[in-house]
C-alpha cells in the first residue's frame, strides 16, 4: 500500500460531461502530481502542485483544471469530456516535490467516455 | 528536454532464466533514473534509483540496474525471474529544476512457468 488514495476507482460518463478526480497524498508528502494513462500515449505528466501552488504543468489540456487544498489533497478536473479521455489517472504524491524524490502512486481512477 | 526510451514493448521469458530491460535516457547531463512497476490493477511502485556514485544500484524483489554513461542507458537485471514478476515496467528520468518526471512506453513482461 503506497499510502495514496485515489476515488472513485471507476468512473463512467458521456461525452460533453464533467468529472472530478480525488487524491489524498501519503501522510506528510507535500507534492501532488497528476499522470494519465493511455495505451497510446502511454503515462504523460499533466500537472504538479506543491504545498498548494501550482509547480509544474505538462501536458495538460485547457478543459481540465486541479488544485491542491490545504489539507493537501487534491482535485482534478475534467470538463467537456471526449471519447478519447478516457484513460487512467494516477495522482502520486512525493515528500519535497523535486526530481529526486520518488513517487508513490495511488491505484489510479479509471475513466470511460462513452 | 529529458527523453526515455524502452525499446522493448514486450518480453517473454521462462521462470527462473534472468532477465534484462533496457532504458536508454537522453539528458545532457547525469539525469536522476528510476525503475518502476506497475502489476495489473495498480499503481506503480518504485524498484530503485540511481542519483550518483556506485553506478550498480540494488532494489527490491532481488532487482538491479546499471547506469552506463556512455551508453546512456539504465537496464534493469535480475538473476532468476519468479512468476509473481509478470508486470509492466517503466524507467523513467528526472532532471534538476523539473519536478516531474518522464516516463518510458514500458515493457511488458510475462514470465512462462
Do not use: M
Not at chain 2, 9 to 27: D, F, K, P, Q
Not at chain 2, 83 to 110: K, R
Request: glycine fraction near 10%; aromatic fraction near 12%.
Amino acid at each position: 500500500d503506497s499510502g495514496v488514495t485515489q476515488t472513485p476507482k471507476h468512473l463512467i460518463t458521456a461525452t460533453g460531461q464533467r468529472v472530478t478526480l480525488r487524491c489524498s497524498p501519503r501522510s506528510g508528502d507535500l507534492s501532488v502530481y497528476w499522470y494519465q494513462q493511455s495505451l497510446d500515449q502511454g503515462l504523460q505528466f499533466l500537472i504538479q502542485y506543491y504545498n498548494g501552488e501550482e509547480r509544474a504543468k505538462g501536458n495538460i489540456l485547457e478543459r481540465f483544471s486541479a488544485q491542491q487544498f490545504p489539507d493537501l489533497h487534491s482535485e482534478l478536473n475534467l470538463s467537456s469530456l471526449e471519447l478519447g479521455d478516457s484513460a487512467l489517472y494516477f495522482c502520486a504524491s512525493s515528500v519535497a516535490g523535486h526530481p529526486n524524490s520518488p513517487l508513490h502512486f495511488g491505484n489510479g481512477t479509471r475513466l470511460t467516455v462513452t | 528536454a529529458q527523453s526515455v526510451t524502452q525499446p522493448d514493448i514486450h518480453i517473454t521469458v521462462s521462470e527462473g532464466a534472468s532477465l534484462e530491460l533496457r532504458c536508454n535516457y537522453s539528458y545532457g547531463a547525469t539525469p536522476y533514473l528510476f525503475w518502476y512497476v506497475q502489476s495489473p490493477g495498480q499503481g506503480l511502485q518504485l524498484l530503485l534509483k540511481y542519483f550518483s556514485g556506485d553506478t550498480l544500484v540494488q532494489g527490491i524483489k532481488g532487482f538491479e540496474a546499471e547506469f552506463k554513461r556512455s551508453q546512456s542507458s539504465f537496464n534493469l537485471r535480475k538473476p532468476s525471474v519468479h512468476w509473481s514478476d509478470a508486470a509492466e515496467y517503466f524507467c523513467a528520468v528526472g532532471a534538476p529544476g523539473l519536478g516531474q518526471l518522464t516516463f518510458g512506453s514500458g515493457t511488458q513482461l510475462t514470465v512462462l512457468p
